[in-house]
């Protein structure tokens, strides 16, 4: 456990969540990219991890658990990635199964937005597109959409359909900040804000989302992340320093072809930063 350079990548999918590659590939394609410490933090489920660690195990690399929960914050959908949790801890595992508890459903009213938008049958084959239906997501949805020929490449549709404000857009109460947090805290991890830049807040709910972060016990943010440009990794990177945060760095790899950067090809840390595989076990 040091601060030295790492090529860690702290946040990708598997097709336990919306990923395309299981997670034994995720695993095997980290490794073959250079990765040496890896979380695999699929969305609202630890389902992929035994199977991760099992192959990273074969392979020597160094891996972590996490988790990426899904919160809803001042209206916006905000991501907040566990890293070293336990994945048999109690707490978390009753939060998690929570919240997808209310993915199909939700899907469900997607599919039939988008059907009164002219684009029909999309809930139907995004559930036979889906490895895990219980996990089912906006990026199933758009791979459907994709299937079908209606739209060229994931990102359009999202573009077109799936983002706020558009057709096929469903609105989603998922986990408070604080609860997502806490069910982090109790399985022994560290709470951290993923890809801040994603998210539709100004400068002043920016503030805010980090002012509750921390109280409730929120220890870090990715500075470096798939989603930010060089412009954003400068601000995080600020904003980390000022306020003491734990700096993360990570791919948000989903699958090849369909993610901005592969796993383990981002950027360095930049200076000056704590970064957090420095209190991470695997680290």
Same mark, same amino acid.
């Given at each position: 456990?040091?601060?030295?350079?790492?090529?860690?990548?702290?946040? *990708?999918?598997?097709?336990?969540?919306?990923?395309?590659?299981?997670?034994?590939? #995720?695993? =095997? +394609?980290?490794?073959?990219? %250079?990765?040496?410490?890896?979380?695999?933090?699929?969305?609202?489920?630890?389902?992929?991890?035994?199977?991760?660690?099992?192959?990273?195990?074969?392979?020597?690399?160094?891996?972590? *658990?996490? #988790?990426?929960?899904?919160?809803?914050?001042?209206?916006?959908?905000?991501?907040?990635?566990?890293? %070293?949790?336990?994945?048999?801890?109690?707490?978390?595992?009753?939060?998690?199964?929570?919240?997808?508890?209310?993915?199909?459903?939700?899907?469900? =009213?997607?599919?039939?937005?988008?059907?009164?938008?002219?684009?029909?049958?999309?809930?139907e084959r995004a559930?036979?597109?889906?490895?895990?239906? $219980?996990?089912?997501?906006?990026?199933?949805?758009?791979?459907?959409?994709?299937?079908?020929?209606? @739209?060229?490449?994931?990102?359009?549709?999202? =573009?077109?359909?799936?983002?706020?404000?558009?057709?096929?857009?469903?609105?989603?109460?998922?986990?408070?900040? $604080?609860?997502? #947090?806490?069910?982090i805290r109790a399985?022994?991890?560290?709470?951290?804000? &993923?890809?801040?830049?994603?998210?539709?807040?100004? &400068?002043?709910?920016?503030?805010?989302?980090?002012?509750?972060?921390?109280? *409730?016990?929120?220890?870090?943010?990715?500075?470096?992340?798939? &989603?930010?440009?060089?412009?954003?990794?400068?601000?995080?990177? @600020?904003?980390?320093?000022? +306020?003491?945060?734990?700096?993360? !760095?990570?791919?948000?790899?989903?699958?090849?072809?369909?993610? !901005?950067?592969?796993?383990?090809? *981002?950027?360095?840390?930049?200076?000056?930063?704590?970064?957090?595989?420095?209190?991470? @076990?695997?680290?």
């Amino acid at each position: 456990m040091n601060d030295e350079p790492r090529n860690a990548d702290l946040h *990708c999918h598997s097709n336990a969540s919306d990923g395309w590659m299981s997670p034994a590939e #995720v695993v =095997r +394609r980290a490794h073959a990219n %250079g990765v040496d410490l890896l979380a695999l933090t699929d969305h609202d489920t630890l389902a992929g991890l035994d199977e991760a660690l099992a192959e990273a195990a074969r392979l020597g690399l160094d891996m972590v *658990c996490g #988790v990426e929960v899904s919160v809803t914050f001042a209206n916006e959908t905000v991501h907040i990635v566990g890293l %070293g949790v336990d994945r048999a801890d109690a707490t978390l595992r009753a939060g998690l199964a929570g919240l997808r508890a209310g993915r199909i459903e939700r899907a469900r =009213r997607m599919g039939a937005a988008l059907a009164e938008a002219g684009v029909p049958g999309v809930f139907e084959r995004a559930m036979r597109l889906a490895s895990n239906p $219980e996990m089912i997501g906006r990026a199933h949805l758009a791979r459907a959409i994709v299937d079908a020929g209606h @739209q060229p490449d994931v990102g359009t549709v999202f =573009r077109h359909y799936l983002a706020k404000g558009k057709p096929g857009y469903v609105e989603h109460r998922w986990a408070t900040l $604080e609860d997502a #947090v806490a069910w982090i805290r109790a399985a022994g991890g560290i709470a951290i804000v &993923a890809h801040p830049a994603r998210y539709r807040l100004d &400068a002043i709910g920016m503030e805010h989302l980090f002012d509750r972060f921390a109280a *409730c016990g929120g220890e870090g943010v990715e500075v470096v992340s798939g &989603a930010h440009d060089d412009d954003e990794i400068a601000e995080y990177a @600020q904003l980390a320093r000022r +306020r003491g945060l734990l700096a993360s !760095r990570a791919s948000d790899f989903h699958g090849p072809g369909e993610s !901005r950067v592969d796993l383990g090809g *981002c950027l360095p840390l930049p200076a000056g930063l704590k970064p957090v595989w420095a209190r991470l @076990q695997g680290g």
